[in-house]
């Protein structure tokens, strides 16, 4: 399969604990993003990457988050001290950029407790 | 990026044909429309993406009138599999991100 994969799936933290998500894109893929979604509510844009170029980044993008893509291949995700209001969907998708379609993987689901 | 207004729920029987329009008034001139489908605890899936006129392919089709301020993503025949949300959105050259709103949720009925 070389669709785009994240792992864990699931992930269940108390609350100001740390948790870092894991993104595979597809392999030839320079553009990689991280949305977040929550119950009822479509994705909301996080962050960008071009090969290990960080493009973008969104307001929701608190200084507790950190993305990086260090040798513009696999991302990570990192939360620290995680709150309740982070309890969502983490998705991560990747493109050929411009205006080719957006990849999207199965997503991890983060629970704060 | 131009916002979208599209239905929040509509409902279907198998074997009909489903019309999800989208209005979007203030769309740049660069800005693409792009219609995905989202299955609960699944990432979104891309259906279609046109400019203007009609974009069809094996799964949907897409009809953007002259004026761009709305578009309307044609499901023939649909089945109880295509249950889903769907969202209407816009990609640009201006910038790679996309803007979701909270999508159209499509039930079909047996």
């Known amino acids: 399969d070389t669709g785009v994969s994240q792992d864990p799936r699931h992930k269940i933290t108390k609350r100001g604990q740390n948790v870092t998500f894991r993104c595979d894109p597809i392999?030839?893929?320079?553009?990689l993003y991280w949305y977040r979604q929550t119950l009822g509510q479509g994705p909301e844009f996080l962050t960008y990457f071009q090969n290990e170029a960080q493009l973008e980044k969104s307001r929701l993008l608190s200084d507790r988050f950190s993305a990086e893509r260090p040798k513009g291949s696999f991302s990570t995700l990192e939360i620290q001290r995680t709150e309740q209001g982070d309890s969502a969907m983490y998705l991560c998708?990747?493109?050929?950029?411009?205006?080719?379609?957006?990849?999207f993987g199965p997503g991890t689901r983060l629970t704060v407790t | 990026l131009a916002k979208t207004t599209q239905p929040i729920s509509m409902d279907s029987y198998e074997g009909q044909e489903v019309n999800i329009t989208c209005s979007h008034n203030?769309?740049?001139?660069?800005?693409?429309i792009t219609w995905y489908q989202q299955f609960p605890s699944q990432g979104p899936r891309f259906i279609i993406q046109g400019y203007k006129t009609k974009v069809t392919n094996e799964v949907a089709s897409l009809f953007i009138p002259a004026d761009r301020k709305s578009s309307t993503l044609s499901l023939p025949r649909v089945s109880l599999s295509d249950t889903a949300v769907y969202y209407c959105l816009f990609s640009s050259y201006n910038t790679d991100k996309l803007i979701f709103g909270t999508g159209t949720r499509l039930q079909v009925f047996p």
């Open positions: 392999s030839e893929h320079n553009r």
């Open positions: 203030n769309i740049a001139t660069n800005d693409y």
């Open positions: 998708a990747s493109s050929l950029g411009g205006q080719s379609e957006q990849y």
